[in-house]
Nanobody
Framework: QVQLVESGGGLVQAGDSLRLSCAAS????????MAWFRQAPGKEREFVAA????????YYADSVKGRFTISRDNAKNTVYLQMNSLKPEDTAVYLC????????????????????WGQGTQVTVSS
């Protein structure tokens, strides 16, 4: 089992920045990748970014590319999401996820791949 706890959400204005953190505990050695997803009210869960746990390869949704950066600190078992130039459409609950199976470049953006999920942290961007 892997436990995930997100933090860092809040209420900001358009153009501001936020950094989300996701602290992992438990059987983290079995994790191949971690990702951030987001879900706005009435919308489906949406992939935001992913990072492989060992190699540090990163992947982004087109909607956040160039504005968001995912990174990891293996010593702290923590993944970060630096969000810059925030827009009102970025408003959502942001969820951290961990993949307990071998990494797949063809499906890293699919929520079904991820075995473990955090509770989420709310990000609200006002215009």
């Amino acid at each position: 089992q892997v436990q995930l706890v997100e933090s860092g959400g809040g209420l900001v204005q358009a153009g501001d920045s936020l950094r989300l953190s996701c602290a992992a505990s438990g059987r983290t050695f079995s994790t191949s990748a971690m990702a951030w997803f987001r879900q706005a009210p009435g919308k489906e869960r949406e992939f935001v970014a992913a990072i492989t746990w060992r190699g540090g390869s990163t992947y982004y949704a087109d909607s956040v590319k160039g504005r968001f950066t995912i990174s990891r600190d293996n010593a702290k078992n923590t993944v970060y999401l630096q969000m810059n130039s925030l827009k009102p459409e970025d408003t959502a609950v942001y969820l951290c996820a961990a993949d307990g199976t071998p990494f797949s470049r063809s499906s890293y953006s699919k929520s079904q791949r991820y075995d473990y999920w955090g509770q989420g942290t709310q990000v609200t961007v006002s215009s």
